[in-house]
C-alpha cells in the first residue's frame, strides 16, 4: 500500500520561499504508473490543486499559481519536492501530495504558516 | 473561486440517505469524469469515488456516484455517524488549461 510523506518547515516569512518534499514508498515515483500531485488546504476552507509532475520531470500547474510554482522529482530517493516563493499570508495552509492526477492516495498533510 | 459548485451543508438521520450535488459546466464535469473525496475532522481527504461512479477498494458501497451532462451526484445510503465529514468533488477543467478543480464542499451532518 502506498505511502506518502510531506516535510519541511512549518514556518515561512513573507516573500521567501516554501518548500516541501514528499517521500513516496510502497511505490515507485519511476514506474511511470502515475502522475505525484500537491494540493493545499488554507485553514477552514476548501481544495485547491496546485499542480503535478510526473517522472520524467514534466510538469503542469494551476494557472493562479504557475508564475510562483516549482516541482521538482527525485526519483533515486523516490521524492518530488514544490517550490512556493514570493509567499504571503494567503499561501497559509496544510499542503498535501497525493499520488495520481486525481489524487487516490493522499500523504496526511503539513501546516505551513506564512508569517514574519 | 471554485468553479465547481456543491451545497454548504446537508443532514439526515442515522440511517436515511444524503445526496450531494455538484455543479459545473461543459469544459470540466460536461467533458471530464467526476471523483469524490471524504474528509473527516482533523484528516487528510481520501478518494471515494472516481470515474463518475467507480468506488476504490475498500469503500463501501453505501457510496455511489453518478453524472448527467454538467453535473454529479454523491449517495449515501444507511447514514452513518462516522459518516459525519466534508465532501468534495473534483475533476479535471479544459478551459484555459485551469488543471485539476475541486468543488467547494459540502458538510454532512448527522442528525
Known amino acids: 500500500q502506498v505511502q506518502l510523506q510531506e516535510s519541511g518547515p512549518g514556518l515561512v516569512k513573507p516573500s521567501q520561499t516554501l518548500s516541501l518534499t514528499c517521500t513516496v514508498s510502497?511505490?515507485?515515483?519511476?514506474?511511470?504508473?502515475?502522475?505525484w500531485s500537491w494540493i493545499r488546504q488554507p485553514p477552514g476552507k476548501g481544495l485547491e490543486w496546485i499542480g503535478y509532475i510526473y517522472y520524467t520531470g514534466s510538469t503542469f500547474y494551476s494557472p493562479s499559481l504557475k508564475s510562483r510554482v516549482a516541482m521538482s522529482v527525485d526519483t533515486s530517493k523516490n521524492q518530488f519536492s514544490l517550490k512556493l516563493n514570493s509567499v504571503t499570508d494567503a499561501d497559509t495552509a496544510v499542503y498535501y501530495c497525493?499520488?495520481?492526477?486525481?489524487?487516490?492516495?493522499w500523504g496526511q498533510g503539513t501546516l505551513v504558516t506564512v508569517s514574519s | 473561486q471554485s468553479v465547481l459548485t456543491q451545497p454548504p451543508s446537508v443532514s439526515a438521520a442515522p440511517g436515511q440517505q444524503v445526496a450531494i450535488s455538484c455543479s459545473g459546466s461543459s469544459s470540466n464535469i460536461g467533458k471530464n469524469p467526476v471523483s469524490w473525496y471524504q474528509q473527516l475532522p482533523g484528516t487528510a481527504p481520501k478518494l471515494l469515488i472516481y470515474?463518475?461512479?467507480k468506488r476504490p477498494s475498500g469503500i463501501p458501497d453505501r457510496f455511489s456516484g453518478s453524472k448527467s451532462g454538467t453535473s454529479a451526484t454523491l449517495g449515501i445510503t444507511g447514514l452513518q455517524t462516522g459518516d459525519e465529514a466534508d465532501y468534495y468533488c473534483g475533476t479535471w477543467d479544459s478551459s484555459l488549461r485551469a488543471g485539476f478543480v475541486f468543488g467547494t464542499g459540502t458538510k454532512v451532518t448527522v442528525l
Open positions: 470515474d463518475n461512479d
Open positions: 497525493a499520488r495520481g492526477a486525481g489524487a487516490d492516495s
Open positions: 510502497g511505490d515507485s515515483i519511476s514506474s511511470g504508473d502515475y502522475y
